[in-house]
């Protein structure tokens, strides 16, 4: 007799003695179709997880659980939702991993000053992730439930064998969406190259829609052909687009306004991400950094309608308008519960783990990559549970070990 349960962490199931059953897992647990049935009892889900129960209790759980099968008219309340999801990545605050942010190279070209302000400092290292390497990750990534893949860096486009990585990614079984974040350097180059090997979603960065203030924040003289890129993007694939600026103070109206414009007849989303600060860019954060109600308001009082997140999704907020083809979304790192829905994994163009974009350090897997140990990572993964944060803190001007964004790729 199995009493299931679905917890945070990866459960251990202990072999029940003749007169007891105990449960326990890393973590809280919290009961998959037992709580309404146990709601009026004395036997409390703490106590499930931390008491041997004896027989006569245990025959009033499970006589409580027959009950509430029947109740609901469901035929499965005693059997397998724990089997079925127990190889899903669950952290220490229920929290379901789905997405995976995967940095495939930390070299940028542009030198954006929220990000890179001196430029990319150093020789581009020689010992990025290998073709192999990221299909044994990936895999491992699969097995565990990751629905979603974003190739970051840096600047992705970079790499001379992106597209292969694309390709390979949207072959795994278990993935469902490919995505990339990029500046859009190559796109006009190899955009037929990417829909082709599969690439479901694309963000590009457009700080500004203003070539000199473009110029200015990137390095690089291109907006009016970035612009006809992606024009060309909407017009001949099926690539969801979307755009993100940083908000800044100097030029967060000015910013506002041309994105409204830019959304106005086009099917795309331009999300606004509020100033996060790290170790290189502290100066700028603290002359530049504008709240993200700055922006909120202003759509809310235009009639503006928010909408919810999708299971998978990141943790932009996105606001639409009748008026309006497109949208304007919003990522609030410092608004309370930001982290509460977090649903991702970072690894780093090295083979390291991040637990969180802002974490005190990470963990390097390249050994189970390079040895082609799927089942090891697996574990591994499922080993990092307990300890993922619940939540970053960038309200302390803590950036963990954060230098630059371009390190992991936000």
Known sequence: MTLLNSNLGKARLYTPSPNSVMFAGHGLMSSVNTVSALSDS??????????ALSDSELSTVFSKLAKSSVTTGSV????????????????????????????????????????????????????ELTLQEIEVLIKAFAEVGTKKVRLTGGEPSIRKDVTQIIEQVKATPGIETVAMTSNGY?????????????????????????????????????????????????????????????????TAYDSLLAA?????????????????????????????????????????????????????????????????VGRIGMIAPYAPHFCDSCNRLRVSSLGKVHLCLFDQGNYDIRHYLQQQDVAGLVQKLHDFMPIKPEHHHLAESNSGIMHNLSMIGG
């Open 260 to 324: 409204l414009d830019f959304v106005k007849t086009r099917p795309v989303t331009y999300r606004f991400i509020e100033f996060m600060q790290t170790t290189d860019n502290s100066d700028l954060f603290f002359a530049q950094h504008a709240q993200s109600d700055l922006i909120i308001n202003y759509l809310l009082k235009k009639g503006w309608q928010a909408h919810h997140r999708g299971q998978n999704d990141g943790p932009a907020i996105e606001y639409s308008h009748p008026d309006y």
């Open 42 to 51: 004395s036997l409390s889900n703490s106590a499930l997880c931390n008491s």
């Open 76 to 127: 499965n309340n005693l059997t397998s939702p724990a089997d079925k999801d127990d190889h899903l990545l669950t952290d220490g605050f229920s929290r379901r991993l789905t997405y995976l942010r995967l940095s495939i190279t930390d070299f940028c070209n542009f030198r954006c000053g929220y990000c890179l302000p001196n430029g990319y400092q150093g020789k581009r290292p020689d010992n």
């Open 186 to 250: 190559k796109l006009g180059k190899h955009l037929a190259d990417w829909q082709q090997a599969g690439l479901d979603q694309l963000n590009i960065s457009i700080d500004s829609f203003d070539p000199a203030t473009f110029h200015k924040m990137t390095g690089f003289d291109m907006l009016p052909q970035l612009l006809q890129d992606i024009d060309k993007l909407l017009a001949t694939t099926d690539i969801k687009l979307k755009l993100n600026g940083i908000l800044m103070e100097d």
